[in-house]
C-alpha cells in the first residue's frame, strides 16, 4: 500500500525536513532533495511504521472485544428468580 500525503501535509514535512537539516547538520537542503527524502522514507520506512500501526489496532480491537462480552452480557431465565423468596402461591 502506497502512503499518499495531501500537498499540504506533504509541503509541511518537506519543510520541517529542511529545517532539521539547518538545525542539526547547520546544511541547508534544497525544497528538490528534501521531498526526494520525503519520498524515501515513505516508501522504505513508511510501510514498517503503518503496519505496526495496524498490528496496534487489532491488538486494541481484540482486547476491546474480548471485554465486551462482559460489558454487554446478559443473564438469562432471570424472570422467576426475581420472585424467589416471596410466596409463590396466591389465593
Known sequence: MTIELTREVREDAIASIQKYFETN???????????????????EIGPTIYNKAVTDVQERLEQRISELDFEVHEEEFQYWKKYEGKSRARK
Open 25 to 43: 547538520f547547520e546544511e541547508r537542503i534544497g525544497n528538490i532533495a528534501a521531498g526526494a527524502l520525503l519520498g524515501f522514507f515513505l516508501e
